[in-house]
């Protein structure tokens, strides 16, 4: 990746937040508060009527844990780094994860972008944020809606009967009838070497899901083959929730059974007797989406913007993935609101149709300009930071150019007694544009949850004390970084 080349500049000269134009400040991720004399100084959302009080100190001196905070009142703002950490309530946050859970629950069990459900969700968040006092921007755009419609999977013989099974996320539609089910010589069928050089004309392939490939290439290897379809087995018991990742002109109709209808399936495979059919429908249409923006502004335009993703996959509701990330952004752009005034804004952005290809991020990213792009001092992405599993760390995520964005992270996370590692992620969340576009990017995230993108994705894989701990994180890197440029690049 090319050394970033975004600079927050140490002394810059006051700019009213209110001079922005609306364009600008929508394409910024910023919401320009109701119209201000340009000659005063913007004072930021002030709920309940409060007035905005005097910037509080630059720099944070160490924050106690949370175990060691009094309870906030919840009445006043938080203008130093040490109040907006204090600030952080457990209770709000726990009430953000069971309102976006009953959105799931009401709406099919998911939120997936294009559906009620995560219009319900855009519905919640900019309720939440009109509240605190912002003035609520939204920025539609077009993108590209997948949905597997009908589907079928029958084993026609030996012993027919239907299966079970899931559609692998991004499967092309398919259409196969009495096609034979055929198995490679190595399980992984990660190359054609595996498959023997087997012409697979008109069969349906049969892989394991374990293997050192992609479920994309294990497809795209089968197709190559000839194959019409792929069904891909877990390598342990129980349903298999997968995705293709990205869809793709090489990919074949693909699903996914579990580890005990795989093996019975490759002993038929095994016998060259098992036929099957396998039908998936999809349907690929535009749809209009929304990213929900706000800003708290300050008296620079150079800004630190905080994002996290709205929607969920259609497997489940999403609840780790990714209402702890919206929770942890709604509560500091709660306690955030009405200090100041600050030096630098700060934007909280909500992005849909992360899910379906980081659509939401790449569309904001997209419409800025390069100058508009150089404002932008640091992105900070919240994606799953809340893991049940204590094994699993919550994470810094590394290489943002911004050594010290990460140090505030990370020394805060440990402070409250967080097992945490500096480090690069694996995969891909809304911080890839960002970072495609030489703006620095960072964010707190984990990555080893066995219920991601499945059912059971729900409140009981949910630590809502770990959330406090990484909201508290959030919370110490914009209390210090809305007035102190120079702790970026600090080692």
């Known amino acids: 990746m090319p050394e970033p080349r975004r600079t927050l500049r140490s002394a810059l000269p006051p700019a009213p937040a209110a001079a922005l134009s609306l364009l600008t400040a929508l394409t910024l991720?910023?919401?320009?508060?109701?119209?201000?004399?340009p000659g005063q100084t913007p004072t930021g959302p002030t709920p309940n009527g409060q007035a905005a009080a005097p910037s509080g100190q630059t720099t944070a001196p160490a924050v106690p844990n949370a175990s060691e905070t009094a309870e906030p009142s919840g009445t006043g703002p938080a203008d130093t780094p040490e109040a907006l950490v204090a600030a952080v309530r457990q209770d709000a946050l726990r009430e953000d994860l069971e309102a976006i859970e009953r959105i799931a629950r009401e709406n099919g069990g998911h939120r997936a972008s294009g559906t009620p459900g995560a219009d319900a969700t855009v519905e919640y968040v900019v309720a939440e944020l009109e509240e605190a006092g912002y003035e609520v921007q939204l920025q539609p755009f077009e993108g590209t809606y997948r949905e597997n419609t009908a589907h079928a999977f029958t084993l026609r013989g030996p012993a027919p009967r239907s299966l079970d099974y899931t559609v692998l996320r991004y499967s092309p539609a398919i259409t196969a009838q009495n096609a034979p089910l055929r198995a490679p010589a190595v399980a992984d069928g990660c190359s054609s070497a595996d498959w023997g050089g087997a012409d697979l004309t008109g069969a349906i392939a049969l892989v394991s899901v374990a293997g050192d490939c992609s479920l994309s290439t294990k497809s795209a290897v089968a197709r190559s083959a000839g194959a019409v379809g792929v069904v891909v087995y877990n390598d342990a018991d129980g349903p298999l929730y997968a995705s293709l990742g990205y869809p793709h002109e090489d990919h074949a109709g693909t699903v996914a059974v579990s580890g005990e209808l795989g093996r019975d399936l490759l002993a038929a495979a095994r016998t060259g007797q098992a036929r099957v059919d396998l039908r998936v429908d999809e349907k690929v249409e535009q749809r209009t989406f929304v990213n929900v923006l706000a800003e708290a502004p300050g008296r620079s335009q150079d800004a630190v913007l905080v994002g996290a993703h709205l929607d969920s996959v259609p497997f489940g509701p999403g609840i780790h993935d990714n209402a702890t990330g919206v929770a942890a952004v709604l509560e500091i752009a709660r306690r955030a609101a009405g200090s100041g005034p600050h030096e630098h804004p700060v934007r909280f952005a909500l992005w849909s149709a992360e899910e379906i290809g980081l659509q939401g991020s790449r569309h904001y990213v997209d419409a800025l300009t390069d100058a508009e792009a150089q404002r932008i001092a640091l992105y900070v992405n919240v994606d799953m930071v809340a893991p049940v599993d204590t094994d699993d760390p919550v994470r810094v995520l590394a290489d943002s150019g911004r050594p010290g964005a990460e140090r505030l992270l990370a020394d805060q996370l440990r402070r409250d007694g967080e097992t945490t590692a500096v480090t690069e992620s694996t995969g891909w969340s809304d911080f890839?544009?960002?970072r495609w576009a030489d703006i620095p990017a960072?964010?707190?995230?984990?990555?080893?949850?066995?219920?991601?993108?499945?059912?059971?994705?729900?409140?009981?894989?949910?630590?809502?004390?770990?959330?406090?701990?990484?909201?508290?994180?959030?919370?110490?890197?914009?209390g210090v970084l809305r007035d102190d440029a120079s702790a970026l690049t600090a080692r």
Request: aromatic share 4%; net charge negative; proline share 8%.
């Open 29 to 37: 991720g910023g919401c320009v508060p109701a119209a201000q004399d």
């Open 442 to 478: 960072t964010g707190l995230f984990s990555e080893d949850d066995a219920a991601n993108h499945t059912p059971d994705d729900g409140p009981q894989n949910v630590s809502v004390e770990r959330l406090e701990r990484s909201t508290r994180a959030l919370g110490h890197l914009v």
């Open 432 to 434: 890839g544009p960002f």
